[in-house]
């Protein structure tokens, strides 16, 4: 009798209660849920894109502004051109791209280009496509302060499709990009050629961004030096 009893008692101990069980359950739920959101994280989070429309296509990147910003940043088309022809090459490898400086030239060239259609423009460069990138600030200095530093571009970006002859765009973006993203940065701690790399840097990549389907890291972003 009395070893059925301890028998019983040591069965019934054995067991787990309704509590530990659940328990458990919810640890191994939590340590899934985790994992599946580390994983997340590695892999990134898939940005879809806006237009496909540049595959196997040439184009040809085309920045307009007023002749008053022109003459400020002498450099700023090649520039922001420049930039956004390398971060093309690297994220769209079958897009072909013509050479930003022939673009240039040929504004600088032509009298009144600007009342050209987007269409002509493509065509007299024998393209698909025209990324036209109508500029609407380029600065490197806070309107804060004399001595503050942070760059801004702000732009309309536009796609035409030269073969199918419209006056209206396939893809249109705005873009308003700053760096330091999160204020103005004082010259002793960094210098103009910094914030304008930096701040082109993120142009590109915003812009292009759009134009394929990726996945985006979730990492720190650099807004300082």
């Known amino acids: 009798m009395r070893g059925d009893l301890l028998s019983r008692f040591c069965s019934r101990a054995a067991r787990p209660s309704a509590v530990v069980v659940t328990l458990m359950v919810l640890t191994s739920a939590l340590s899934?849920?985790?994992?599946?959101?580390?994983?997340?994280?590695?892999?990134?989070?898939?940005?879809?894109a806006e237009y496909l429309g540049l595959e196997n296509k040439s184009v040809?990147?085309?920045?307009?502004?007023d002749q008053a910003l022109v003459n400020e940043f002498p450099d700023a088309r090649a520039e922001i051109s420049g930039f956004l022809a390398n971060q093309m090459r690297s994220s769209l490898p079958t897009t072909r791209l013509l050479a930003p400086k022939?673009?240039?030239?040929?504004?600088?060239?032509?009298?009144?280009?600007?009342?050209?259609?987007?269409s002509d423009i493509g065509q007299h460069f024998g393209v698909d496509r025209v990324l036209m990138i109508e500029l609407l600030n380029y600065s490197t200095t806070s309107r804060g302060g004399v001595g503050d530093l942070q760059g801004n571009i702000r732009a309309t970006a536009k796609i035409f499709e030269v073969d199918k002859l419209s006056q209206l765009p396939?893809?249109?973006?705005?873009?308003?990009?700053?760096?330091?993203k999160d204020g103005p940065v004082d010259v002793a701690r960094t210098n103009e050629s910094v914030v304008r790399q930096r701040t082109l840097e993120m142009f590109a990549s915003r812009v292009t961004g759009r134009l394929f389907t990726h996945r985006e890291m979730d990492r720190p972003i650099r807004t300082r030096e």
């Open 102 to 118: 022939d673009v240039i030239a040929w504004q600088d060239e032509t009298i009144n280009w600007f009342g050209l259609s987007e």
């Open 32 to 48: 899934g849920c985790w994992l599946a959101a580390a994983d997340q994280r590695m892999r990134g989070k898939e940005v879809t």
């Open 170 to 180: 396939a893809w249109r973006g705005v873009f308003d990009v700053s760096w330091p």
């Open 60 to 65: 040809a990147i085309v920045i307009f502004t």
